[in-house]
């Protein structure tokens, strides 16, 4: 089993700067993806960035050039540093893990990230 631990959601102001960190703690496994997803009322949960665990990244359209995804693989955590904030990035954030060679998908309990304009 895999537990996920989200921090640093928040309000900020439209300009402004968050960064999300999760912590992963139990069987995670040397191969695996982190990531990070966003959901808002009525909407799917949507992709806002991955990195797998050689470093590899991938973002959605709308953050690039404006968020970071990073990881600390001695510490299994995985950081989403967001800047230029718009009010549009507004949602849950959740974070993810999925454990390659098995197969198997966790998710965080998510935070809430509000951007006023």
């Known amino acids: 089993q895999v537990q996920l631990v989200e921090s640093g959601g928040g309000l900020v102001q439209a300009g402004g700067s968050l960064r999300l960190s999760c912590a992963a703690s139990g069987s995670i496994f040397s191969i695996n993806v982190m990531g990070w997803y966003r959901q808002v009322p009525g909407k799917q949960r949507g992709l806002v960035a991955t990195?797998?665990?050689?470093?590899?990244?991938n973002y959605a359209d709308s953050v690039k050039g404006r968020f970071t995804i990073s990881r600390d693989n001695a510490k299994n955590t995985v950081y989403l540093q967001m800047n230029s904030l718009k009010p549009e990035d507004t949602a849950v954030y959740y974070c993810?893990?999925?454990?390659?060679?098995?197969?198997?998908?966790?998710w965080g309990q998510g935070t809430q990230v509000t951007v006023s304009s």
């Open positions: 990195i797998g665990s050689s470093g590899t990244t």
């Open positions: 993810k893990l999925v454990r390659v060679r098995v197969g198997d998908i966790y």
